[in-house]
């Protein structure tokens, strides 16, 4: 926080003011690398944003910190009172908050800035202002200044500053500039093209409470949209999260404008400033003309063409047989859902319809192209144009669709997930697309790159190493072939051209203008300026910090600790005793050899071991049995209801041993779940279960939710429930001609249900494996989850049997007769 902060949002604020302002260093215990020249401060660190990352959010973070000492900043401005003429901001009586950024943070270089002193961050730094915006403004305007480093544009998206639940937010993404003001459950946003000056000062706005949400740059309007409500903060009950920060934004609450990653900054930073009037006039007529956002002009990059072989090629030029292929290879594409209709070389899709290729997961491309000529009449939502693999399913596969306004490019390789589990859809893509306007889109993917052209105009180029050979699904036109009735994709125009081909060298027509394409000595003489040399010579040392990330590690293993709990964990005399009973396992061996359950066998046993009177035991029905006592990568093991437990935190997760490879027609799975500080039922959050969801419970907008899928087909049951703060018993079971949920042994819903456990038998690498604490964003759109979760809390004594531990349904069979 700066010494410059001159007023305050509300007294509620002085708190944290002065929290803030009486931490004069880091509350860490690396040693912090400051240099001086005399009149400029610096201090290389890049640590705060790997512990933001660590614990999950911004929030979380400052929170923690607060609790130790403070928010840290360190170091003063030796000028204080500084004063500038226009164009710099000045403090008045609407001026709520005004940072002039005089001081050094833990993070960033002082600089000169617009007035005074300015902050400069490099990419992963971070500085947190000293506002926590916890009070309503039902008018306002939010500006700053901002200049951006070299490798600023290096990255497609980039945050400016703003508070975790995206309250009040500006990033910049695809040339387009982006100001969002959520609200709950609602996103609102408005974004507009704008090229930010590169070697210069840019002052960006965000405004509201004149009917208008608006997005300035420059004192030019850059976008509006109708919007009648104020600022309202998050009242999530969670500290700092209203926090405004500098430099990271996790992935929370941008979906709205299509974000699902965090994001970085690289740039400098000065005067912040909050006002609780509109500082800029707009009128109802005011329209945002091309020529007044360009702060600068960026010249075109010259496409380079390879010679391509169309394998599929669809002009719509015959009414008769829409789908033709015109490539001459026989493709032919039908008419699946609604009707396609073909007139003067066009075909409409009217959002309730699309075309698809069934033989599409037999074509080999290798490298490859995709054209398509487009005109969409939305642009909201998610417009498929065309797709070879529905989301969530994990073999090889590419999307080309227009979403929330940006054109988009998705490829997976599913050799990915061998390397990382975590692995999924890699994109490239441009916003400000519009509607009722022709686009002409051209996609080029090889096994080292994908690059995005618009409208005959290279917009991107992304380094993204993959094979996408293998196929395993119809391709869709226009909608989602596989899986539309869980999601709806369709696209809503007219499309002149679809053409898929193979890359096969490197010939390029003479008028291409082969020498200017190829001008690799502008890169090269571009590489030493990005890399400022003579600065980051200095800075390197300090930045490489390779001491904090030291220090750091062995405290996060904590061995000690892990230490004196591995001699109470191998306790296992009590499983001596139920052993007897275990050994009932000839039925475990020829029903499942992993049902040997490594991890319960190789815990020491302890007479001493503690259980509860409910605490499950296994019999000669229990298949698998886990009572998460090993020692594992992730977590902290706690007693549990029998023993001990593992306790995982937002981000953590651990595998067990238990594959669930097999068909199971009569079962039940049960475990014991006590919800963490941080869990609550209306966060998505998983609980266990496999990949597919095959067998998978979590938890969504208060309700308790068991998933029990099929092959491409979604089966789930829910209910409204609420979890203890102590240990929970959940259960989930089938067999009985229902799939039923249970809570601490009641009943809490059940839904009628014939079919029994059956694994999936994609090629995914521990497909089947039950995992606890991390579930990726596959196979829930059923059940309306669409991303991946983390957990929070401790797990015991997962048991999963061949018989109904729970009776038979027979309540909902005698309401069915």
């Known amino acids: 926080m700066s010494n410059k902060m001159v007023k305050w949002i509300s007294g509620s604020l002085v708190a944290m003011g002065a929290l803030i302002a009486g931490c004069s260093e880091s509350n860490t215990s690396e040693p912090l690398s400051v240099e001086s020249d005399g009149t400029y401060l610096k201090n290389d660190s890049k640590q705060i944003w790997a512990r933001i990352n660590a614990t999950g959010s911004i929030a979380t973070y400052f929170d923690s910190l607060s609790k130790e000492g403070g928010v840290p900043t360190i170091g003063v401005s030796s000028r204080s009172s500084v004063r500038c003429d226009a164009p710099a901001l000045k403090m008045d009586e609407n001026t709520r908050y005004l940072d002039e950024l005089e001081s050094l943070f833990d993070e960033g270089e002082q600089v000169e800035g617009v007035c005074g002193k300015a902050l400069k961050l490099k990419a992963g730094q971070v500085a947190p202002l000293g506002v926590n915006l916890i009070d309503s403004l039902s008018v306002g305007t939010v500006e700053f200044w901002f200049r951006p480093n070299e490798d600023f544009f290096d990255k497609n998206a980039r945050t400016l500053l703003g508070n975790d639940g995206a309250r009040i937010h500006f990033f910049y993404k695809d040339g387009n500039l982006y100001f969002q003001k959520n609200h709950h459950d609602q996103h609102f946003y408005a974004y507009g093209e704008a090229q930010l000056k590169r070697d210069d000062w840019n002052l960006i706005a965000g405004q509201w409470g004149d009917g208008y949400m608006s997005l300035w740059l420059n004192g030019k309007l850059v976008a509006k949209i109708k919007h009648d409500k104020g600022y309202v903060p998050a009242l999530r009950g969670v500290p700092f999260e209203n926090l405004v920060v500098i430099g990271y934004k996790s992935s929370c609450c941008m979906e709205g404008p299509g974000q699902y990653e965090s994001l970085m900054t690289s740039g400098s930073y000065d005067q912040v400033k909050i006002s609780n009037i509109p500082r800029y006039q707009i009128s109802d007529t005011a329209e945002v003309k091309q020529d007044s956002l360009a702060a600068d002009t960026v010249p075109e990059i010259e496409p380079f063409v390879p010679n391509t072989k169309w394998i599929v090629d669809y002009e719509f030029n015959n009414p008769k047989n829409v789908g033709q292929d015109f490539s001459g290879n026989g493709y032919h594409a039908i008419v699946d859902e609604g009707s396609v209709s073909s007139d003067s070389g066009l075909a409409y899709f009217n959002g309730k319809s699309g075309l698809t290729l069934a033989e599409g997961k037999d074509i080999k491309l290798g490298d490859f192209v995709v054209e398509a000529r487009v005109y969409p009449e939305s642009v909201s939502g998610y417009r498929n144009i065309i797709v070879t693999e529905p989301p969530g399913h994990g073999p090889d596969g590419w999307i080309l669709r227009i979403e929330n306004g940006s054109l988009k490019f998705f490829v997976r390789d599913a050799d990915w997930l061998k390397v990382n589990r975590n692995a999924d859809w890699q994109e490239v893509s441009v916003g400000g697309i519009k509607a009722n306007q022709w686009l002409n889109i051209r996609v080029e993917c090889t096994s080292k790159s994908v690059a995005l ?99 750091i590690v062995p405290v996060d293993t904590i061995a000690p600790v892990d230490t004196t709990i591995v001699p109470v964990d191998t306790i296992a005399p009590v499983d001596t005793t139920i052993v007897p009973v275990d050994t009932i396992a000839p039925v475990d061996t020829t029903i499942v050899p992993v049902d040997t359950i490594v991890i319960i066998d190789t815990v020491a046993q302890d007479l001493n071991r503690k259980c509860s009177e409910n605490a499950l035991v296994k019999d000669d029905k229990t298949l698998y049995f886990d009572e998460f006592e090993s020692e594992y990568k992730e977590g902290t093991l706690v007693d549990g209801v029998c023993g001990k437990a593992i306790s995982l935190t937002d981000g953590e997760d651990i595998k067990t041993e238990i594959e669930l490879s097999t068909k199971i027609p009569v079962g039940t799975a049960e475990f014991w779940f006590r919800p963490g500080e941080n869990f609550d039922m209306e966060t998505p959050r998983t609980l266990l279960g496999n990949d597919g969801s095959r067998l998978h419970f979590f938890v969504k907008d208060g309700e308790l939710i068991f998933q029990k899928n099929l092959p491409d087909v979604h089966h789930f049951v829910k209910a409204a429930v609420t979890l203890k703060n102590d240990w929970n018993l959940i259960a989930g079971q089938w067999g009985d001609g229902y799939i039923s949920l249970w809570l601490n042994g009641e009943k809490v819903a059940s839904v009628k249900h014939s079919a029994g456990y059956v694994p999936s038998t994609r090629p995914i690498v521990d497909e089947n494996l039950v995992v606890v604490g991390y579930k990726s964003s596959c196979c829930m759109e059923g059940a309306g989850q669409r991303k991946s979760m983390t957990t929070d809390g401790a797990f015991d004594q997962l048991r999963i049997s061949s018989v109904l531990r729970y009776g038979v349904d027979q309540e909902s069979a005698d309401a069915e007769k």
Not at 496 to 524: F, H, N, Q, S
């Open 453 to 551: 052209f618009l409208n005959d105009t290279l917009k991107l180029e992304k380094e993204i190493a993959g094979n996408y050979d293998g196929l395993l699904y119809p391709w869709g036109i226009g909608y989602d072939a596989v899986e539309q009735s869980y999601h709806s994709r369709y696209f809503l125009g007219a499309i002149d051209y679809i053409r898929v081909g193979r890359i096969l060298g490197e010939d390029v027509p003479v008028d291409t203008i082969v020498p200017v394409d190829t001008i690799a000595p502008v890169d090269t003489t571009i590489v030493p300026v990005d890399t400022i040399a003579p600065v980051d010579t200095t800075i390197v040392p300090v930045d490489t910090i390779a001491p904090v990330d030291t220090t």
